[in-house]
């Protein structure tokens, strides 16, 4: 299981939301290429970079920031928020992305998401968002009633990378993830699972260690504020 760090951006800033809410939005940054380095030099391989402004708007927002991120690190980067096309997602390659997330297309435009996927081969994941098992979309602000794992097992046929599965109460709270939830979802789908959401110390790491298959798990909060050492945590997963 690898250990990949979190840089979520609002108008070109490293901030944290709490559930999602933008009310509720902590400064942590404004430079968020000296935030990847930092992951970088404490031996994390992928960095995980949302584009808040992006996924409520429906296309990319914060391009600069996101260009400066890949260009300052040489670990692999993977991005969320706002990628909606082939063309949103050719873009974000071009910016020295390695890979990206879809998410609010994959409940909304099936379709275009398995096109997005066939288009780039191995370099697409998708992101499943849930409030009480219930996929939400449109950057958290309107909950389907689609469950996470049978949109996730609608994919499977599509060969993703990965899904990441964020648990939104657990998001920003620095409650601990919900591994029951992200258990079920790794053994009732044979895409290779992420989890995200509430992940605040080394023993929250060997709780998730300990479900079969899990692939990484993403951690933002807990680093910013100083619950988790990503250099630990990162030696935890491999030993």
């Given at each position: 299981?690898?250990?990949i760090?979190?840089i979520?951006?609002h108008q070109?800033e490293?901030?944290?939301?709490?559930k999602?809410?933008?009310?509720?939005?902590?400064?942590?940054?404004?430079?968020?290429?000296?935030v990847?380095r930092?992951?970088e030099?404490a031996?994390?391989?992928?960095?995980?970079?949302?584009?808040?402004?992006g996924?409520v708007?429906?296309?990319?927002?914060?391009?600069?920031?996101?260009?400066?991120?890949?260009?300052a690190?040489?670990?692999?980067?993977e991005?969320g928020?706002g990628?909606?096309s082939v063309?949103?997602?050719?873009?974000a390659?071009?910016?020295?992305?390695s890979?990206?997330?879809l998410g609010?297309?994959?409940?909304?435009?099936p379709q275009?998401?398995k096109?997005?996927i066939?288009?780039?081969p191995?370099?697409?994941?998708?992101?499943?968002d849930a409030?009480k098992?219930?996929v939400?979309?449109?950057?958290?602000?309107?909950?389907?009633?689609?469950t996470a794992?049978?949109?996730?097992r609608e994919y499977?046929?599509s060969?993703?990378?990965f899904?990441?599965?964020t648990?939104?109460?657990?998001?920003g709270m620095l409650t601990?993830p919900?591994?029951?939830a992200?258990?079920?979802m790794?053994r009732?789908?044979?895409?290779?699972?992420?989890?995200s959401?509430?992940v605040s110390s080394?023993?929250?790491?060997?709780?998730l260690?300990?479900?079969?298959?899990?692939?990484g798990?993403?951690?933002?909060?807990?680093?910013?504020?100083?619950?988790?050492?990503?250099e630990?945590a990162?030696?935890?997963?491999r030993a």
């Amino acid at each position: 299981m690898i250990v990949i760090p979190a840089i979520d951006l609002h108008q070109g800033e490293v901030v944290r939301l709490k559930k999602g809410v933008f009310d509720e939005v902590t400064r942590y940054s404004g430079v968020p290429a000296d935030v990847a380095r930092m992951f970088e030099a404490a031996g994390a391989r992928r960095i995980h970079v949302v584009d808040l402004d992006g996924s409520v708007r429906g296309r990319g927002v914060n391009g600069k920031a996101i260009e400066a991120i890949c260009s300052a690190v040489s670990a692999e980067v993977e991005l969320g928020g706002g990628i909606r096309s082939v063309d949103d997602a050719r873009r974000a390659f071009e910016m020295g992305v390695s890979y990206v997330i879809l998410g609010t297309v994959t409940a909304e435009d099936p379709q275009g998401a398995k096109e997005i996927i066939a288009e780039f081969p191995g370099r697409v994941g998708i992101g499943i968002d849930a409030l009480k098992g219930r996929v939400a979309t449109r950057g958290w602000k309107e909950i389907t009633e689609k469950t996470a794992v049978s949109l996730a097992r609608e994919y499977e046929a599509s060969s993703p990378a990965f899904v990441v599965y964020t648990d939104i109460d657990r998001d920003g709270m620095l409650t601990g993830p919900n591994v029951e939830a992200t258990a079920e979802m790794a053994r009732r789908t044979r895409i290779p699972v992420v989890a995200s959401g509430g992940v605040s110390s080394l023993e929250d790491i060997e709780a998730l260690r300990r479900i079969d298959g899990l692939f990484g798990v993403i951690t933002g909060k807990a680093l910013y504020e100083g619950r988790l050492d990503l250099e630990q945590a990162i030696a935890r997963c491999r030993a």
